[in-house]
């Protein structure tokens, strides 16, 4: 079908890391698959344990993309920060921002109609403070993600540029490390001082909560800075650093499972799964290409996660649960398929017809 037809012969696109994106959407699916499965309980939350970090895994990738970015346009003394930083935020804004605000007025619209959680809209969700400082809401609960990343992209390279007018002649790779340290440092502290004073929960309080993330992609930012300096190093050890990536989030999972209220828990381990997944992002870096039908598979689940990733746990999931489900494992697993490719095929159209155009107009 043409009108769902995607080209994949895109240049200048890294087949590892569009391998490295398809397992993150993979791993979101597959923990909030498990809403199919609730008669299962607790069997098969027993999923989320690995999945959970999916997420984690965009955030790292995504800091390692925007680290790049930042190098290369803030490379030079004689640069005129005020304009590259309107270039930076243009360029993600087109991406993000239509498609955003788009996604969240069908979101009203099917909750009104739907299920009710229209009630959770307010005027936050128009500026990304949703989940300020906990995310206590089931309207459009994927977008407390996209807050903590737009908020980053804001807050980051603002702070980047302050370093660099305060030191102008200082080198901007380690000013970049710089900015990196306070956002971990800061966060780190934020997080703390709530654990030990509040009675917050994991999940709203932590985890998607703006203020206690903005660390979570400098960490591929600081592999960005690596790669400007050891890149040749960091290719002849990145299969020990996917060893090492494996090994941290093992670790990290079994910290969970064994001690869920825990200070590493809630504090230190939104420091380590993000670490886990920039470690092994070499190894998806320097991926070889396979067959011709992999390239064209990953390349598109790669193009089209973004818009996976807004319409999957959307009031249509809450249609499809209207479905008799549960005493039937068959039919339980047939829904999931049907649910899954009406999410493929939307997504598909979504990114065509929708991101895409939005997307090309930011180089015009």
């Known amino acids: 079908m043409k009108f769902l037809a995607i080209n994949t012969t895109l240049p200048n696109r890294n087949y590892g890391l569009d391998v490295m994106r398809s397992i993150g959407l993979f791993m979101v699916f597959a923990g909030h698959s498990v809403h199919f499965f609730e008669t299962y309980t607790p069997k098969v939350h027993v999923i989320s344990h690995f999945v959970i970090n999916g997420v984690e895994l965009f955030f790292a990738l995504s800091g390692f993309l925007i680290g790049r970015m930042l190098l290369k346009q803030f490379n030079t003394p004689d640069v005129a920060v005020g304009h590259e930083l309107f270039v930076f935020l243009k360029r993600r804004w087109y991406k993000t921002l239509p498609v955003y605000f788009l996604a969240l007025f069908i979101n009203f619209v099917f909750a009104y109609f739907v299920t009710g959680y229209h009630r959770d809209f307010n005027w936050t969700f128009l500026f990304f403070l949703q989940n300020f400082n906990s995310a206590e809401f089931w309207f459009f609960p994927v977008s407390y993600s996209l807050a903590i990343e737009e908020w980053?992209?804001?807050?980051?390279?603002?702070?980047?540029?302050?370093l660099i007018l305060l030191f102008r002649n200082a080198d901007r790779k380690k000013l970049l490390i710089a900015a990196s340290v306070l956002f971990i440092a800061g966060s780190i502290i934020a997080r703390s001082y709530k654990f030990l004073n509040t009675d917050s929960l994991w999940d709203p309080g932590f985890r998607k909560s703006l203020i206690m993330r903005l660390d979570t992609c400098v960490y591929g930012i600081l592999l960005a800075v690596g790669f400007s300096w050891f890149q040749e190093a960091i290719k002849r050890m990145r299969y020990v650093l996917l060893l090492i990536g494996a090994a941290i989030y093992i670790v990290c999972i079994a910290i969970r499972i064994q001690y869920p209220e825990s200070y590493y828990y809630h504090v230190l381990y939104f420091t380590f799964i993000p670490l886990s997944f920039t470690f092994a992002l070499p190894f998806f870096y320097w991926m070889r290409i396979p067959g011709n039908f992999a390239h064209r598979l990953?390349?598109?689940?790669?193009?089209?996660s973004f818009a996976f990733y807004l319409l999957h746990l959307s009031p249509l999931m809450d249609l499809f649960l209207l479905l008799p489900t549960g005493g039937n494992l068959t039919r339980d697993i047939l829904i999931l398929i049907a649910y899954t490719f009406t999410i493929s095929l939307l997504s598909i159209a979504w990114y065509k017809h929708i991101e895409l155009p939005f997307t090309n107009l930011r180089d015009r």
Not at 152 to 162: E, M, N
Not at 298 to 304: A, D, G, H, K, N
């Open 152 to 162: 980053f992209y804001l807050l980051f390279p603002g702070a980047f540029i302050t």
């Open 298 to 304: 990953f390349t598109q689940m790669s193009l089209i």
